[in-house]
């Protein structure tokens, strides 16, 4: 069964500091990759997403994430955080002769002013 | 403007009742899907349909029953067998067509238990 895991359960940041979440999945064939976001109060919304071609793909935001097929991970990144990042985040996965979508458990960001 | 809705925001239940969260979507989206949210374990699947009068079970089916008679339409009850109702419920809806894949999702349900 596809299981996602996140490195984080919550990390905290000043603003203009880098950020990087961790998620790593467990599947043996083909998969798409997602990252999504929930702002306090706010609908899940996709943040990014990896289907094929070149792995480093841009999201909203400012927001990237590279696919590393190798260690099986989709890692999200953003040079410089801003307190409006504050959300939380999930990975998710996909694979590619099911319809169903699999969540990472989550990583809480919190932005210090 | 195309968008899935939840009713209600807030729900109570009591114990021995069956209660049933809304969800509708102006998609025109094949798929449709509910989650259930816990803290720290992210978004579960409940139950899940890809087509009209079908629909198979998630990973936490048990005590929660789902129909869907209709494309835009896909309502969760939530049943007196379900122990531990308390929980944010997501529904979220996707195109069948791979290529178009992500899911969209409403603004969720919060159950809580009188």
């Known amino acids: 069964a596809q299981s996602v895991s996140q490195h984080n359960h919550h990390v905290i940041l000043s603003e203009a500091a880098s950020l990087e979440l961790g998620c790593n999945y467990s599947y043996g064939g083909t998969v798409n990759l997602f990252w999504y976001v929930q702002y306090p109060g706010q609908h899940l919304q996709l943040l990014l997403k990896y289907f094929s071609g070149d792995p480093l793909v841009k999201g909203i935001k400012g927001f990237e994430a590279e696919f590393i097929k190798s260690k099986f991970s989709f890692n999200l990144r953003k040079p410089s955080v801003q307190w409006s990042d504050t959300a939380e985040y999930f990975c998710?996965?996909?694979?590619?002769?099911?319809?169903?979508?699999?969540f990472g458990p989550g990583t809480r960001l919190s932005v210090l002013p | 403007d195309g968008g899935i809705t939840q009713s209600p925001k807030y729900l109570f239940r009591k114990e021995g009742q069956n209660v049933t969260l809304s969800c509708e979507q102006n998609l025109n989206h094949d798929a449709m899907y509910w989650y259930r949210q816990d803290p720290g374990q992210g978004l579960r699947l409940i139950y899940y349909?890809?087509?009209?009068?079908?629909?198979q079970k998630g990973d936490i089916a048990e005590g929660y029953s789902v129909s869907r008679e209709k494309k835009e339409s896909f309502p969760l009850t939530v049943t007196s067998a379900q122990k531990n109702p308390t929980a944010f419920y997501l529904c979220?809806?996707?195109?069948?067509?791979?290529?178009?894949?992500?899911?969209?999702f409403g603004p969720g349900t919060r159950l809580l238990v009188l």
């Open positions: 349909s890809q087509i009209v009068n079908d629909f």
């Open positions: 998710a996965v996909r694979g590619n002769y099911g319809q169903n979508f699999v």
């Open positions: 979220a809806s996707s195109p069948l067509d791979r290529s178009q894949g992500t899911q969209y």
